[in-house]
């Protein structure tokens, strides 16, 4: 198991690399689309500055939300490594009011990423966490239902964005009820309204200029697996 301050050395190995390497970047405003699930792409992307959203369709049609994706982590890299093109398994769009990606054309990349450990050990590393936390999302629907699933989303959106406020934990972005229910497999938004309204009796949330305070983290925790 790789400890902290070994991933904390390979990720600064990572962000050496992209900032030395002086790739194409390319630039998008909110809610424009960076990649679209299926298209074949010969690039990965890495986020340079501002956040982006990862989602994929179901079979019925509709969009449901992986994750969000910050600075200097990677959006695409996923198929054979020595494959020039590779079908993109997900939507990516712009989610802050612009972004800024490196465009690095993919058979480079694992040139690079299998000549340096450091490296290679970063994208192991980076995608078993967030495997990690996919099978986390998907016990916590299972277990816990949607109430457990929202509870597990505003949790990990607290560890992203959460800054300190003396009223609790801000989480300082803006989310929507839709993109909310997105991440929960949940069809409306007003069946994420009723859960907050029940975090809210419960004293565990508040909403102050659409965006939620946490008052009491240990309340949300316990529906957390």
Same mark, same amino acid.
């Given at each position: 198991?790789?400890?902290?301050?070994?991933?904390?050395?390979?990720?600064?190995?990572?962000?050496?690399?992209?900032?030395?390497?002086?790739?194409?970047?390319?630039?998008?405003?909110?809610?424009?689309?960076?990649?679209?699930?299926?298209? +074949?792409?010969?690039?990965?992307?890495?986020?340079?500055?501002?956040?982006?959203?990862?989602?994929?369709?179901?079979?019925?049609?509709?969009?449901?939300?992986?994750?969000?994706?910050?600075? /200097?982590?990677?959006?695409?890299?996923?198929?054979?490594?020595?494959?020039?093109?590779?079908?993109?398994?997900?939507?990516?769009?712009?989610?802050?009011?612009?972004?800024?990606?490196? +465009?690095? /054309?993919?058979?480079?990349?694992?040139?690079?990423?299998?000549?340096?450990?450091?490296?290679?050990?970063?994208?192991?590393?980076?995608?078993?966490?967030?495997?990690?936390?996919?099978?986390?999302?998907?016990?916590?629907?299972?277990?816990?239902?949607?109430?457990?699933?929202?509870?597990?989303?505003?949790?990990?959106?607290?560890?992203?964005?959460?800054?300190?406020?003396?009223?609790?934990?801000?989480?300082?972005?803006?989310?929507?009820?839709?993109?909310?229910?997105?991440?929960?497999?949940?069809?409306?938004?007003?069946?994420? /309204?009723?859960?907050?309204?029940?975090?809210?009796?419960?004293?565990?949330?508040?909403?102050?200029?659409?965006?939620?305070?946490?008052?009491?983290?240990?309340?949300?925790?316990?529906?957390?697996?």
């Amino acid at each position: 198991m790789t400890t902290h301050n070994e991933f904390f050395q390979y990720e600064m190995a990572f962000h050496e690399y992209l900032q030395k390497k002086h790739f194409t970047t390319v630039k998008k405003d909110r809610y424009q689309y960076i990649v679209f699930e299926g298209v +074949q792409i010969p690039f990965v992307y890495v986020v340079k500055e501002g956040i982006v959203k990862s989602s994929l369709l179901t079979k019925d049609g509709r969009e449901f939300n992986i994750g969000y994706i910050q600075k /200097n982590e990677l959006v695409s890299l996923v198929g054979n490594e020595h494959s020039n093109h590779v079908d993109m398994p997900f939507n990516i769009r712009v989610e802050s009011d612009s972004a800024e990606l490196y +465009q690095i /054309n993919r058979v480079q990349f694992w040139e690079d990423v299998n000549t340096n450990e450091n490296l290679l050990r970063f994208v192991k590393e980076y995608y078993r966490q967030n495997l990690v936390k996919q099978i986390e999302k998907s016990q916590n629907l299972a277990m816990n239902g949607k109430f457990g699933a929202l509870c597990a989303q505003i949790y990990e959106l607290a560890e992203l964005f959460g800054c300190k406020s003396n009223q609790g934990i801000l989480i300082d972005f803006n989310v929507t009820n839709q993109e909310l229910a997105k991440f929960c497999g949940i069809n409306s938004a007003s069946s994420i /309204n009723r859960m907050l309204r029940k975090l809210k009796d419960m004293n565990s949330i508040k909403i102050v200029n659409n965006k939620i305070i946490i008052k009491d983290l240990s309340i949300i925790e316990s529906f957390v697996v």
